[in-house]
């Protein structure tokens, strides 16, 4: 305890463990809450959004990454032309950064209390880009390029989505987002 000058001048008790900012709970309460709800791991009382609904919304971007790892990777593969060996790379390096994307929205969806959706079968409808197999080049950057647009636009309503209320989410999708927006420029680079 220390004493406080008041403006009336008194001296007054201050709890020196309390917090001074004011805005954060009673350890005790905040000890309880964690106790009685054990088991809803990463989720609390405050998170402020439907965890099921948080959870449904990422499961879609799982979707969407892994559809976009498989078709960057199909694309590394058949690519053929004269300068196709350089593009095949730059696909695969995308295909890799986008597996990793999907492993970050797995773990935080597990975190959220839900099952990330691996279902082959239905990747495909809840992605947001859709899978297509292309005969030349040029194709391949343009569908490949659709796709990081949408996963672009995709990516900042799920960021205004998730911003007042988890932000650990917020975060995350923050930085796939910079990541997509990469990916965009340097395929649209490849076009010119």
């Given at each position: 305890m220390s004493n406080v000058t008041s403006q009336a001048g008194?001296?007054?008790q201050r709890d020196e463990t309390s917090d001074p900012a004011g805005f954060l709970s009673d350890v005790k309460t905040l000890r309880a809450r964690a106790r009685k709800h054990i088991e809803e791991g990463a989720v609390t009382d405050d998170y402020g959004l439907n965890a099921k609904a948080a959870v449904k919304v990422l499961n879609d971007a799982l979707a969407t990454e892994l559809v976009c790892t498989l078709r960057y990777r199909q694309h590394s593969f058949v690519a053929k032309g004269i300068n196709s060996e350089p593009i095949a790379q730059e696909f695969l390096v995308h295909s890799n950064e986008e597996l990793a994307h999907a492993d970050l929205i797995a773990k935080r969806i597990v975190q959220l209390g839900g099952t990330?959706?691996?279902?082959?079968?239905?990747?495909?409808?809840?992605?947001?880009?859709e899978y297509r197999t292309c005969n030349t080049l040029e194709a391949m950057i343009r569908e490949n390029l659709v796709a990081e647009r949408i996963a672009i636009e995709s990516y900042r309503e799920m960021v205004r989505y998730f911003a007042k209320h988890d932000p650990t989410t917020r975060v995350m999708l923050e930085g796939i987002l910079a990541k997509e927006e990469e990916h965009a420029e340097e395929l649209s680079d490849l076009l010119h």
């Open positions: 008194r001296q007054i990330p959706e691996f279902d082959p079968d239905r990747l495909a409808q809840l992605s947001h880009a």
